[in-house]
């Protein structure tokens, strides 16, 4: 075999589980179609990722987290409330500080730029090929991938990390669970007059949420979910007429605002591979699941992946196993579907109760926000599950190698 793994798919999860395999000893190849001048680019536009305590033990375990702590923004509390542009906030509201857990900042923001680059730094034990697969098959001791350019490569294991339209998962005949919400994510980086303190707001509008999550300075990052027609006639906006309709959503509490990256909107669906692996075949990111991003925990479910898979190709080589064995690959299935279709269903529930003007759903979502505010031990629990500290976890997320 040329490798012990191909990965098809060399965005921030791809290229994190290169970088876990490789420096667990393992012959990687990246495949991937983004030019590697365009995947290093440092220039600034909007992007950033709310990590989780998990998240950041996994990126210090891989030794990567010391480049990344200057620029990252601890996460140090959040307030969630409910309530419609014309009348603000409701004043029932929910706010979780980091002082209830013992791990400090419940998690970090971290800009695209910085940690694209220290990605794509560490990948020097990784056969980086720019390309795509674009066949696969899968035999008794190996799979062959074929490239666009007509290169064969083989490996014990092919990793789909190709996307929510994954090509490794359509060919390994792994069906999908999921429907679209008709709505899109509008995301762009804000600076504002005042400093954000280290707090993250997510504000719950008839339309769709509103998050404001803060970054490094009087800046913030914003994720604003409007329903399709809406987000396409505001993506067509020039950006002053794009900022007046987001003042009287955004507020005035951090002063007055203005663009300070370039604008992203992407459409919003939930879709579950039925399942994870396939013949010598595993899938991770969104290739494995692609859900509502209400509760910020898209790149943080792609890192748990690339926890599991990782623990489990490294044990399996350690043990003298074959990793590409069906019954190797379950492992990773058994370890992260329950976690998966939980997340799945918090946040397309969370996601059709708020995101409504139904009477007596605003009542009673206010109402338990309330009680939630009031029950310490609940609101903990919360929190430790949005950090990533619960459960059953592998070596990574608990900061150490497997």
């Known amino acids: 075999m040329n490798h012990d793994v191909i990965i098809a798919g060399g ?6 589980l290169a970088v876990a395999l490789s420096q667990a000893g393992l012959s990687v190849a990246l495949v991937d179609p983004v030019p590697q001048r365009t995947r290093s680019g440092d220039g600034f536009d909007g992007r950033s990722y709310a990590l989780s305590v998990a998240s950041r033990n996994l990126l210090r375990a891989l030794g ?12 140090l509390d959040i307030r969630i409330s ?12 929910l706010a979780f500080d980091h002082a209830e857990i013992e791990e400090g900042p419940m998690g970090h923001m971290v800009e ?48 789909g990390s190709d996307g929510r ?38 504000f719950f509008m008839p339309e769709g949420p509103l998050a404001i999550l ?45 663009l300070a ?5 992407f459409p919003l ?9 396939g013949p010598r075949v595993a899938l991770v990111g969104d290739a494995a699941h692609a859900v509502h991003p209400i509760a910020g925990q898209g790149l943080n479910a792609g890192l748990k992946d690339v926890a599991s898979i990782a623990e489990v190709l490294v044990l399996a080589r350690r043990r003298g196993e074959d990793p590409g064995r069906s019954d190797v690959l379950a492992r990773h299935e058994r370890w992260r579907r329950f976690d998966v279709t939980a997340l799945a269903l918090a946040t397309d529930g969370a996601n059709r109760l708020f995101s409504n003007d139904n009477g007596l759903l605003r009542i009673a979502r206010d109402l338990g926000l309330a009680a939630v505010q009031r029950l310490p031990a609940l609101r903990r629990g919360f929190i430790r599950e949005a950090a990533g500290l619960s459960g059953d976890r592998p070596a990574l997320l608990r900061g150490r190698k497997p």
């Open 112 to 159: 695209d730029r910085h940690l694209r680059p220290v990605l794509l730094n560490a990948l020097d034990r990784v056969t980086v090929i720019e390309g795509s697969v674009t066949d696969h098959l899968a035999g008794p001791a190996a799979v062959e991938a074929t490239l666009n350019d007509g290169r064969l490569l083989s490996a014990a294991v092919l990793i």
């Open 64 to 75: 990567l987290w010391v480049e990344l702590a200057e620029s990252a923004q601890p996460i």
């Open 269 to 277: 669906a939930l879709s579950i591979a039925n399942s994870f692996v």
């Open 82 to 93: 409910d309530g419609r542009v014309t009348d603000g906030p409701s004043p029932l509201t």
């Open 165 to 202: 339209h994954s090509g490794v998962a359509a060919r390994a005949g792994i069906r999908r669970t999921g429907w679209d919400y008709g709505q899109n994510a509008l995301v762009a980086a804000i600076a504002h007059q005042r400093p954000h303190e280290g707090v993250a707001h997510q």
């Open 261 to 265: 990256g370039a604008r992203h909107t």
């Open 11 to 16: 965005g921030l999860v791809g290229s994190s």
């Open 214 to 258: 803060p970054l490094k300075g009087n800046r913030s990052s914003i994720v604003w979910t409007e329903r399709r027609d809406r987000a396409e006639t505001l993506t067509a906006m020039p950006d002053d007429d794009y900022l007046d309709v987001l003042r009287p959503r955004f507020g005035d509490f951090l002063g007055d605002i203005a």
